[in-house]
């Protein structure tokens, strides 16, 4: 069984300009979850998603971040304009059940210069 | 969602249990713990969760007290590969969310 993928492993962007983050849950999973990881902090709540809805958005940390799911199925993380604080690693998992493990990706780095 | 309490590092020796502590007094009534554990800058890993009697997995076993305030992840023979930060996390209790709050964590150091 395939695990969590997400595209690109790392990104370089100019401040201002825009990035899209990808992320394949695990597949039959309903349950998307978005975390990030900025430099010397901990691992932070974005998102989670139930199939194409959004359950909480509380971590969200501005209206540059847009999240979408449409279809339920793949999930994607755009950041428009990007700055230079939006800098660490994004990391996607997902689970069956909301009280269930969540599995995570690899992450993806992204770096706003 | 309530707090977790972790000793910041911990030595343990190859092959050896390795045994993790975690506090969380605070704990409601429907709370789980979990515990998931992150190698280097590999993304979090899941290794088990339990609400209120213990569990044993594969990877681990998880001891919570009985009036659950706090609770321990067992590694029975630890190897270096489970050199790690690992996280215990309270979470989904009354609200709809799968939100995980992660802390510090305890660094274990496994030794040959």
């Known amino acids: 069984e395939a695990g969590v993928t997400q595209f690109p492993s790392h990104s370089v962007i100019e401040k201002g300009q825009t990035v899209t983050l990808r992320c394949d849950p695990i597949?039959?999973?309903?349950?998307l979850y978005w975390y990030r990881r900025v430099m010397g902090k901990e691992i932070k709540f974005l998102l989670h998603?139930?199939?194409?809805?959004?359950?909480?958005e509380s971590g969200m940390p501005n209206n540059r971040f847009l999240a979408e799911r449409t279809g339920g199925t793949y999930s994607t993380l755009k950041v428009q304009p990007a700055e230079l604080e939006d800098s660490g690693v994004y990391f996607c998992?997902?689970?069956?059940?909301?009280?269930?493990?969540?599995?995570f990706g690899p992450g993806t780095r992204l770096t706003v210069t | 969602d309530a707090k977790t309490t972790q000793p910041p590092s911990m030595d343990c020796a190859e092959g050896r249990a390795a045994n993790l502590p975690c506090n969380h007094s605070?704990?409601?009534?429907?709370?789980?713990v979990y515990w998931y554990r992150q190698i280097h800058s590999q993304g979090p890993q899941y290794i088990i969760h339990g609400l209120k009697n213990n569990e044993t997995n594969e990877m681990a076993s998880l001891i919570i007290t009985e009036d659950r305030k706090s609770s321990t992840l067992i590694l029975p023979h630890a190897t270096l590969r489970d050199t790690a930060v690992y996280y215990c996390i309270v979470g989904h209790g009354s609200s709809n969310t799968g939100k995980l709050i992660f802390g510090q964590g305890t660094t274990l150091q496994v030794k040959p």
């Open positions: 597949s039959g999973h309903d349950n």
């Open positions: 998603f139930v199939k194409e809805s959004k359950q909480d």
């Open positions: 998992a997902s689970s069956q059940r909301i009280a269930g493990g969540q599995y």
């Open positions: 605070t704990i409601s009534g429907n709370e789980y």
